[in-house]
C-alpha cells in the first residue's frame, strides 16, 4: 500500500471574493455571510461571475467549526472567515464536543439559503468540512496529535460523534433540495497526517462516512469527495476508478447535475475546479468497493 500526497491547486485554501464580485453582490460585509439571503445573493453572483452551472456554499470551512462554539474571525469581503484562537486544548474538550444546531448561525443560515436558491431557479451545491479540518479550527494540530498519540480511544470517539454529525448535515441538505454534495477535509491530507494517521483515518472515517452518506443521498444527487479523501479510499482497496462516456463537451460540475442517478461518487478533480471543461468527453468516478 502506497499513499500519494496530492496537493491542493494554488489559492484554493485563500477564502474570499475579488472586487467585481464585491461590487455586485452590493451587500455589507461580512454580515452578509450570516444570514440567508445574503449567502444567497454572494453565491448566485460567483456562480454568474464564473459562468458556472452550480452555486455553492458556504464560502468557507469553518462553518462547523463555528458551530461547535469555534472562535471565528468573519473578516471581510476580500479576507473570508478564518479561525481566530483555538478554544479546545485537552482530551476531556474533544469529549464533550456538543451536536451540530442546524436552527442557529451561519450552519442554519447555510441550509435556508439553499431553498432560497432553488426557488430562484437554482442549482445549489454544498460542500462540507470534514473532521480534521474542523477540528483545525478548534484546537491547535500539534495537541490533537498529541492526543492521538496518547489516547486515540478518545479520537475514535470524537470522529465518530462527528461522522454521524455530518450525516445530519448531509440530510438537512437533502431536505432543502440541495443538487450536489462536496466533501472537503485539507488539513485531513496524507501531506498532514503522516501515513499512520492516514490509513487509520481512511478506515476509521472516511469509508464508513462515504457508504453511508452514499445510502443517505440514495442517488439524488453526486458526491463528490477531496481528491486527497479519493486518493486514500483507492490506495486502501476501499474504491476503484470507473470511466463515463459523456455525449459532449460538458465541465465537471454540469455533469455532476446532469448525470446524477448514473453517477453516485466523484473526486478526481478539486472542487475549486469544478468549472475545468472536460473536453475529452470522459468523466472519472468512483465505486466504493
Known sequence: MEFVDVKCPLGSDICGFDEKVVEQVGLEFP?????????????????????????????????????????????????????????????????????????????????????????????????????????????????????????????TVTMEKMRLELLKYIEKALDAGVDFIAFEDPVGGFNILGPKYFEQQGRNFSYPFVQAALKLIDGRCVMHLCPKTTSQLVSLGFAQWDEFDLPEEMTYAKVCLELRGKIKLVGNICIHNRNRLLANKKMKSLKLL
Open 31 to 155: 454580515q452578509a455571510y450570516t444570514y440567508a439571503e445574503g449567502i444567497a445573493k454572494i453565491a448566485a453572483v460567483v456562480r454568474e461571475q464564473e459562468h458556472g452551472a452550480v452555486c455553492m456554499i458556504p464560502f468557507c470551512h469553518t462553518v462547523e467549526a463555528e458551530n461547535y462554539g469555534g472562535d471565528i474571525e468573519l473578516g471581510n469581503a476580500r479576507i473570508g472567515p478564518r479561525c481566530n484562537m483555538p478554544i479546545y486544548s485537552s482530551a476531556e474538550d474533544l469529549l464533550r464536543l456538543p451536536e451540530l444546531d442546524f436552527g442557529k448561525g451561519r450552519l442554519g443560515e447555510v441550509i435556508k439559503s439553499i431553498s432560497i436558491l432553488k426557488a430562484k431557479g437554482e442549482s445549489v451545491g454544498v460542500e462540507i468540512c470534514g473532521p480534521i479540518t474542523t477540528l483545525n479550527n478548534l484546537i491547535d494540530i500539534a495537541k490533537l496529535f498529541k492526543i492521538w498519540r496518547k489516547e486515540p480511544e478518545i479520537i
